[in-house]
Protein backbone atom coordinates (compact mmCIF):
# COMPACT_ATOMS: atom_id res chain seq x y z
CA UNK A 1 0.00 0.00 0.00
CA UNK A 2 1.02 3.66 -0.57
CA UNK A 3 0.10 6.30 1.48
CA UNK A 4 -0.01 9.72 -0.36
CA UNK A 5 -0.13 13.14 1.68
CA UNK A 6 -0.39 16.17 -0.72
CA UNK A 7 0.30 20.26 0.40
CA UNK A 8 0.62 23.46 -0.76
CA UNK A 9 -2.51 24.19 -2.25
CA UNK A 10 -4.20 27.52 -0.71
CA UNK A 11 -5.38 30.82 -1.95
CA UNK A 12 -4.03 32.78 -4.49
CA UNK A 13 -4.20 35.81 -6.70
CA UNK A 14 -4.53 35.85 -10.36
CA UNK A 15 -0.86 36.43 -12.25
CA UNK A 16 0.63 34.50 -8.95
CA UNK A 17 2.39 31.33 -7.93
CA UNK A 18 1.72 28.54 -5.99
CA UNK A 19 3.86 25.31 -5.33
CA UNK A 20 1.87 22.18 -4.67
CA UNK A 21 3.75 18.87 -3.38
CA UNK A 22 2.96 15.00 -2.97
CA UNK A 23 4.88 12.64 -0.91
CA UNK A 24 4.24 9.13 -0.98
CA UNK A 25 4.97 6.46 1.76
CA UNK A 26 4.91 2.88 2.31
CA UNK A 27 6.67 -0.33 2.42
CA UNK A 28 8.25 -2.45 -0.63
CA UNK A 29 7.04 -0.33 -3.72
CA UNK A 30 8.69 1.21 -6.74
CA UNK A 31 6.78 4.00 -8.36
CA UNK A 32 7.05 4.28 -11.97
CA UNK A 33 4.91 7.67 -12.35
CA UNK A 34 3.02 10.50 -11.01
CA UNK A 35 0.50 12.74 -11.79
CA UNK A 36 -1.20 15.74 -11.09
CA UNK A 37 -5.21 15.81 -11.40
CA UNK A 38 -7.54 18.36 -10.59
CA UNK A 39 -11.50 18.67 -10.21
CA UNK A 40 -13.04 21.85 -10.24
CA UNK A 41 -16.66 22.44 -9.14
CA UNK A 42 -19.68 20.77 -11.40
CA UNK A 43 -16.38 19.18 -13.73
CA UNK A 44 -15.26 16.08 -14.43
CA UNK A 45 -11.53 15.27 -12.84
CA UNK A 46 -8.86 15.85 -15.52
CA UNK A 47 -5.46 15.25 -15.84
CA UNK A 48 -3.30 18.11 -15.44
CA UNK A 49 0.68 16.95 -15.48
CA UNK A 50 2.35 13.84 -15.67
CA UNK A 51 5.72 12.37 -14.96
CA UNK A 52 7.77 8.86 -15.80
CA UNK A 53 10.48 7.56 -14.52
CA UNK A 54 12.57 8.54 -16.92
CA UNK A 55 11.55 12.35 -16.82
CA UNK A 56 9.26 12.27 -19.62
CA UNK A 57 6.24 14.91 -18.82
CA UNK A 58 2.66 15.50 -20.42
CA UNK A 59 1.07 18.63 -19.90
CA UNK A 60 -2.95 19.58 -20.35
CA UNK A 61 -2.77 22.09 -22.98
CA UNK A 62 -4.30 24.55 -20.96
CA UNK A 63 -1.22 24.81 -18.31
CA UNK A 64 1.72 24.89 -20.98
CA UNK A 65 3.95 27.08 -20.67
CA UNK A 66 2.64 28.07 -16.75
CA UNK A 67 3.04 24.81 -14.69
CA UNK A 68 5.97 22.16 -14.36
CA UNK A 69 6.12 19.08 -13.06
CA UNK A 70 9.04 17.76 -11.48
CA UNK A 71 9.63 14.41 -8.99
CA UNK A 72 12.57 14.08 -6.37
CA UNK A 73 12.87 9.94 -6.55
CA UNK A 74 15.30 10.18 -3.43
CA UNK A 75 12.20 11.36 -1.39
CA UNK A 76 9.35 9.95 -2.92
CA UNK A 77 7.77 12.95 -4.52
CA UNK A 78 5.85 14.70 -7.18
CA UNK A 79 5.78 18.59 -7.44
CA UNK A 80 3.72 20.79 -9.33
CA UNK A 81 4.81 24.50 -9.75
CA UNK A 82 2.07 26.85 -10.93
CA UNK A 83 2.96 29.87 -12.09
CA UNK A 84 0.69 32.61 -13.56
CA UNK A 85 -2.60 30.67 -12.33
CA UNK A 86 -5.85 31.70 -13.98
CA UNK A 87 -9.03 32.12 -11.74
CA UNK A 88 -9.68 28.86 -13.89
CA UNK A 89 -7.05 26.77 -12.34
CA UNK A 90 -9.15 27.09 -9.30
CA UNK A 91 -10.04 23.14 -8.36
CA UNK A 92 -9.13 20.12 -5.64
CA UNK A 93 -6.05 18.59 -6.87
CA UNK A 94 -5.34 15.28 -6.41
CA UNK A 95 -1.93 13.60 -6.70
CA UNK A 96 -1.87 10.16 -8.27
CA UNK A 97 0.51 7.45 -8.44
CA UNK A 98 1.41 4.65 -9.95
CA UNK A 99 3.94 2.18 -8.33
CA UNK A 100 4.51 -1.43 -8.25
CA UNK A 101 4.07 -3.35 -4.53
CA UNK A 102 6.54 -6.15 -3.94
CA UNK A 103 4.30 -9.48 -3.26
CA UNK A 104 1.22 -7.61 -4.81
CA UNK A 105 1.98 -6.12 -8.30
CA UNK A 106 0.93 -2.80 -10.18
CA UNK A 107 -1.45 -0.19 -8.30
CA UNK A 108 -2.74 3.04 -8.79
CA UNK A 109 -3.03 5.43 -5.46
CA UNK A 110 -5.04 8.55 -4.96
CA UNK A 111 -4.03 11.68 -2.44
CA UNK A 112 -7.11 13.19 -0.46
CA UNK A 113 -6.73 16.50 -2.94
CA UNK A 114 -5.56 20.01 -1.53
CA UNK A 115 -7.55 23.05 -2.98
CA UNK A 116 -6.30 25.73 -5.11
CA UNK A 117 -8.55 28.78 -4.89
CA UNK A 118 -7.38 31.70 -7.67
CA UNK A 119 -8.58 34.87 -6.70
CA UNK A 120 -9.17 38.53 -9.26
Known amino acids: QVHLVESGGGLVQTGGSLRLSCAAS????????MAWYRQAPGKQRELVAG???????TYIDSVKGRFTISRDNAKNTVYLQMNSVKREDTAVYYC??????????????WGRGTQVTVSS
Open 96 to 109: NVGAWIMGTGPGDY
Open 26 to 33: GSSFSIYA
Open 51 to 57: ITGDDNT
